[in-house]
């Protein structure tokens, strides 16, 4: 097929846009949803495709810097609506059993100013300077504190947590959002190390750790507990303190951040596995 997806470009917000609106014309059972705006006015979209009462979600780029994960769910979109649209038997089974939604785009300021050179590489925060993965409600408290020792006490490229709990509108429009559906399981595509983080400090949902297996199976990603100083405030961590049910954190690739596009082609060979099962995946194993 000729690919609406490219697949060796840096992403932008104008590129996702219009990724988003050809798909959408191509294959029609896409839905397309703008679920909140940015702090600088820019939509924030949702893709769902799927008619099951099972609801899952993936996101991306809740870090400027970790931009290549909108690549792997922009592409794994459009070859999963390719499938379903020709036949494919597993594609068929999924849009039948699960209606996944897809956030691609978190972070669509600091991913749009990294991709214009307005800031340095290791830019991972919002356009106010807040990491958005610090900002969820998941002992956020224990979050500021440790990241105010390490000296990140004020807006910038990394590891400010915010005045407060969900201060920003990306995050409350991710909240808004997951409130708004009921989520079986959701899967936060970050870069790098190649690791899978399930667990929320001591706390693991039913069958989180099966579930994890299957996934480090397919991707051949080390299963890790996240590091406590990291392990507050995400939105992984904030989902299963909310509603105990699995959800992951899955570190793309190796090497330094932002990962060249050159490591696309692996980093979706490797995840493209996780992708497909999570959406079919019963989390009552």
């Not at 597993?90 to 039948?96: H, T």
Request: glycine residues 8%; proline residues 4%; contains cysteine.
């Amino acid at each position: 097929m000729e690919r609406i997806v490219s697949t060796d470009i840096n992403f932008t917000y104008d590129i996702l846009t219009d990724c988003v609106e050809k798909l959408n014309e191509k294959y029609p059972f896409i839905r397309i949803f703008e679920i909140g705006k940015s702090v600088l006015g820019k939509s924030i979209y949702a893709l769902a495709i799927g008619e099951g009462k099972n609801e899952v979600m993936y996101n991306g780029s809740h870090h400027a810097n970790e931009w290549i994960t909108t690549n792997l769910l922009m592409r794994f979109i459009e070859q999963y609506s390719d499938a379903y649209a020709n036949g494919d038997s597993v594609a068929n089974r999924i849009f039948e059993e699960t209606t996944l939604y897809i956030v691609p785009m978190v972070n669509v300021d600091g991913v749009d100013l990294l991709a214009k050179g307005t800031v340095s590489d290791d830019w991972k925060a919002n356009a106010r300077g807040v990491d958005l993965n610090l900002n969820y409600p998941a002992t956020w408290e224990v979050a500021r504190d440790i990241k105010f020792a390490q000296g990140y006490t004020m807006p910038g490229s990394r590891d400010f947590v915010g005045e407060y709990p969900l201060s920003e509108p990306e995050t409350r429009t991710m909240a808004r959002f997951t409130r708004e559906h009921n989520f079986s399981l959701t899967l936060s595509f970050h870069t790098q190390g190649e690791v899978i983080y399930w667990k929320y400090l001591d706390f693991a949902p039913p069958n989180a750790e099966k579930i994890a297996g299957i996934f480090s199976k397919l991707s051949r990603y080390d299963l890790e507990n996240t590091p406590y100083e990291s392990g507050h405030a995400g939105y992984k961590d904030w989902f299963i303190k909310e509603y105990n049910r699995p959800s992951y954190t899955i570190e793309c690739g190796l090497g330094e951040n932002p990962l060249p596009i050159e490591r696309f082609g692996k980093i979706y060979r490797d995840n493209v596995g996780i992708l497909i099962s999570a959406a079919l995946v019963d989390t009552s194993i």
